[in-house]
């Protein structure tokens, strides 16, 4: 298994339990071919440039140990849930 990291962040509308399940939803997808290591929220912040009128996001980093197809699967995940303005998935152990 391979180690990696990723940061998305989420519409800053959100209410906490959507925010948890949305988080929740994510480690699940994770959890089913990886495990996850760390996970943590770094709460709202304010967005460098507008992305889909937005200003701010709620921002959540996971490092998770998995097989190299799930980065796949949850790049496929984040680009169909409408909660998830931006992601980013990276491969800790590349050079």
């Known amino acids: 298994m391979k180690k990696y990291e990723t940061l998305f962040v989420l ?3 959100l209410d906490e339990e959507n925010i948890k399940s949305n988080i929740e939803k994510i480690k699940g997808v994770i959890g089913e ?4 290591t ?5 709460g ?4 460098a440039y507008e992305i889909n009128d937005f200003n701010e996001g709620y921002y959540v980093l996971i490092n998770f140990d998995a097989n190299p197809e799930l980065p796949k699967e949850l790049d496929r995940i984040f ?4 909660t998830v303005i931006r992601h980013l998935i990276v491969n800790l152990e590349e050079k």
């Not at 071919?33 to 996850?36: A, L, P």
């Not at 709202?44 to 967005?47: M, N, V």
Request: glycine residues 4%; hydrophobic residues 25%; neutral net charge.
């Open 38 to 42: 760390n996970v943590d929220e770094w």
């Open 79 to 82: 680009r169909i849930t409408d």
């Open 11 to 13: 519409d800053p509308t």
């Open 44 to 47: 709202k912040r304010r967005l």
């Open 33 to 36: 071919n990886g495990t996850v």
